[in-house]
Every structure is written in C-alpha cells, then in structure tokens.
C-alpha cells in the first residue's frame, strides 16, 4: 500500500460545478499536510496548507480527518483555469525527515 | 528575484555518461531539496539539505550525490547515469526544514538517458 493515494482522476467537470477530491495516508504520525497544484510540464506550486481546524481561502477548501487519515480539497463555482493536477503532500519531521507526495489527481474543467 | 532557477532545462545522456544537475535559490531559503518525478507518480524525494552544510538522503538516493555549495546552491550529480534514471528533476526550496513551510519549486530538468 502507498504511504499517500489519491484517486488519479481523472475528473470532468462542467465550469460552475464543484468538485472535491481526497488523499489518504497510512503514517499516523503525520505532522503536516499540504495540497499543491501542477499545471502540464511545470513545476509544482502551493495550493493552500491544511490544518487540523480546516481552511479557506477563497473558492478553495481543505480538511484534515485525522481519525480516518485523509485530506480533503474542495473546489467550488470552478472555473477553467483550476484545471491541473492536483497533489496532496503529507510530511513527518523526526529523526527520518519523510516528505511523500501523492500521485497527484487530474482535474478538466469544460466550459 | 528569480525564486529558485535550474539548469539545463533538457539533456540527453547515453548510459555511463556522468552530468550534474544545478540548483540556486536567491530567497536566503535554509534548506533545499531534489525530486525526480515520474509518469504515474508523485514527487520522489531523492536528497535534501536542511541547512548549509548538512545533507541528507531521501526516499531514492541510489545512484545520486548532492553538495550543498553554499546557503544559495545545492547540485545533484549522476556518476554513471542509467535508463532508470529518465525522469523530470525538480529542486526546491524552504525556509527551513520543518513543518508547515512551503517549498518553492525550480521549472525542472528534463532528463533522458539513452
């Protein structure tokens, strides 16, 4: 099993529409969580951090669910520049510094 | 301020062949990393450095080394590179290591070896 999965996508949604993707993770120990956003053939860029209160910014929402291990990412009214990929990040700072990115999920938004 | 930049942007080695990838931040970020990324899955965390001369391994280090030249650059070097080794390189950035801080990404090295 992955220590980070994300549904690959990808999603087809219609402009306006919302969409909402998850990433799980299997390290319980877990310190901190991330979503980045990759267009085609560039680099990676943060999204937005995901704290254990959940946080908006925007059109955009993230979540922690602790007890079940995923995060969360919503994304409402959307329009056609969120198409990307998505990338859930989950990171754990100790003795071994481990820094695991998901997959990523594919998103289109059609007009 | 250029965030963090990369060179070259494409090469093409034959297997054997030895290359070093650059990396230079201009953000007096403390730590910097490297990723290879491949087709179908994340981000793979091949080296880092959380701190000018500290360097660490990651999740694949096989068949790599870094140098963290100063606070600004950190290079990966491919001795004796090998098909397994075609992959995209990203290098980034942080302002330390530690929970909660963003990484800023450099636009990538594509690399193919023959």
């Known amino acids: 099993r992955k220590e980070v999965e994300q549904d690959p996508g990808p999603f087809n949604v219609p402009e306006g529409a919302t969409v909402a993707f998850n990433c799980t993770y299997s390290?319980?120990?877990?310190?901190?969580f991330f979503w980045y956003r990759q267009d085609c053939r560039k680099e990676p860029k943060l999204l937005m951090s995901?704290?254990?209160s959940g946080n908006e910014d925007g059109r955009f929402t993230a979540q922690l669910n602790r007890a079940s291990q995923y995060i969360s990412l919503l994304i409402r009214d959307s329009k056609l520049s969120d198409s990307a990929t998505y990338l859930c990040v989950v990171t754990t700072y100790s003795s071994a510094s481990k820094i695991i990115f998901g997959s990523g999920t594919r998103l289109s938004i059609r007009p | 301020n250029a965030g963090v930049t990369q060179t070259p942007k494409f090469q093409v080695l034959k297997t054997g062949q030895s290359m070093t990838l650059q990396c230079a931040q201009d953000?007096?970020?403390?730590?910097m990393y490297w990723y290879r990324q491949d087709p179908g899955m994340g981000l793979r965390l091949i080296y880092y450095?959380?701190?000018?001369?500290?360097?660490d391994k990651g999740e694949v280090p096989n068949g790599y080394n870094v140098s963290r030249l100063n606070k600004r650059e950190f290079s990966l070097r491919l001795e004796s590179a090998a098909p397994s080794q075609t992959s995209v390189y990203f290098c980034?950035?942080?302002?330390?290591?530690?929970?909660?801080?963003?990484?800023?990404f450099g636009p990538g090295t594509r690399l193919t070896v023959l």
């Open positions: 980034a950035s942080s302002e330390a290591h530690r929970g909660g801080d963003t990484q800023y």
């Open positions: 390290n319980s120990a877990s310190q901190s």
């Open positions: 450095s959380a701190s000018e001369g500290t360097t």
């Open positions: 953000m007096n970020h403390n730590s």
């Open positions: 995901v704290y254990s």
